[in-house]
T-cell receptor, first 118, second 115 residues
Framework: AQTVTQSQPEMSVQEAETVTLSCTYD???????LFWYKQPPSRQMILVIR??????QNATENRFSVNFQKAAKSFSLKISDSQLGDAAMYFC???????????????FGKGTLLTVNP | DGGITQSPKYLFRKEGQNVTLSCEQN?????MYWYRQDPGQGLRLIYY???????QKGDIAEGYSVSREKKESFPLTVTSAQKNPTAFYLC??????????????FGEGSRLTVL
């Protein structure tokens, strides 16, 4: 079974600075998806960024980018120019790219609570 | 606007009572999911359904039941057999049984408190 580990329960960053959230995962599969979701105090889960394992290029979405290291099974999220609205719980998640059975589900890490200081 | 609607947002239950959480989606998605969220535990999968009239147990299905009679609806019943039901419950859906982009789309959640 796949597992996702977020080793940082809490992180803090000063406004306008850069922060990196860590995520590692364990899988025997070669093709899969990785995600970062954001959960602000409203508790609505919002997709931040997605990475397909077959793509070598790291995904970017505006101020958010990932460092995907497939061999190391590492998937970190970098937030540049941090804003007060970035304060939230961040979850890393894994999903198999193979269809069928339980492969449809997302497996989540336990989350990292990010605080942004003004 | 298309989306996922969960109701009620807050629910209080006495011990020994069953309670049903509603989840409705108008995204025309095939697959639907229920996750439970506890502090420090992340999201854990309770049940999922890839198609109408079919559903599968997730990692923590004991004490819960579901039905999928319509494509747009996936209600979750928290039974009296669930030992620790106080939690935040999230419903999600995805298109084409989960293939394609792979992401899940989430509702706003339901907070269940057992008194």
């Amino acid at each position: 079974a796949q597992t996702v580990t977020q080793s940082q329960p809490e992180m803090s960053v000063q406004e306008a600075e850069t922060v990196t959230l860590s995520c590692t995962y364990d899988t025997s599969e070669s093709d899969y998806y990785l995600f970062w979701y954001k959960q602000p105090p409203s508790r609505q889960m919002i997709l931040v960024i997605r990475q397909e394992a077959y793509k070598q290029q790291n995904a970017t979405e505006n101020r958010f980018s990932v460092n995907f290291q497939k061999a190391a099974k590492s998937f970190s999220l970098k937030i540049s120019d941090s804003q007060l609205g970035d304060a939230a719980m961040y979850f890393c998640a894994y999903r198999s790219a193979w269809s069928g059975g339980s492969n449809y589900k997302l497996t989540f890490g336990k989350g990292t609570l990010l605080t942004v200081n003004p | 606007d298309g989306g996922i609607t969960q109701s009620p947002k807050y629910l209080f239950r006495k011990e020994g009572q069953n309670v049903t959480l509603s989840c409705e989606q108008n995204l025309n998605h095939d697959a639907m999911y229920w996750y439970r969220q506890d502090p420090g535990q992340g999201l854990r999968l309770i049940y999922y359904s890839q198609i109408v009239n079919d559903f599968q147990k997730g990692d923590i299905a004991e004490g819960y039941s579901v039905s999928r009679e319509k494509k747009e609806s996936f209600p979750l019943t928290v039974t009296s057999a669930q030992k620790n039901p106080t939690a935040f419950y999230l419903c999600a859906s995805s298109p084409h049984g989960g293939v394609g982009t792979g992401e899940l789309f989430f509702g706003e959640g339901s907070r269940l408190t057992v008194l």
